[in-house]
């Protein structure tokens, strides 16, 4: 079966893996980390004490918040962009040849 993909991804296949991959930690990683930078400046804020360094703590939380669901749909669309580049590509003859979005749904 492995050759198979890589049948399909014409030898990029290694490459493809790689991107997903990095694709899949930034989707996840980069917001969890932005939400506990959010939540630690939040804290750090109450623990303080100060009516103003509250309000400035939650607006960066709220902001951190925003970056982390926008970096999420950010990668997932790529992804879904990526998948769909190239597909149903013909050859000459009629037949449907292996596309871009088949073998990135192979990896």
Avoid at 58 to 64: I, Q, W
Avoid at 76 to 96: F, K, P, Q, R, S
Avoid at 99 to 106: L, M, V
Wanted: neutral net charge; proline residues 2%; glycine residues 10%.
């Amino acid at each position: 079966m492995v050759f198979m993909m890589d049948d399909v991804c014409g030898g990029l296949g290694p490459i493809v893996s790689v991107i997903k991959g990095v694709f899949n930690i930034i989707k996840i990683l980069v917001p969890i980390f932005l939400l506990i930078m959010g939540v630690i400046d939040l804290a750090k804020a109450v623990l303080a004490s100060d009516e103003k360094e509250i309000k400035a703590g939650t607006s960066k939380l709220v902001k951190r918040a925003i970056a982390a669901v926008a970096v999420f749909f950010a990668v997932t669309l790529v992804d879904a962009i990526m998948g769909l580049v190239g597909a149903g590509e013909e050859d000459t003859d009629g037949t449907t040849s292996t596309s871009w979005s088949a073998c990135w749904r192979s990896r």
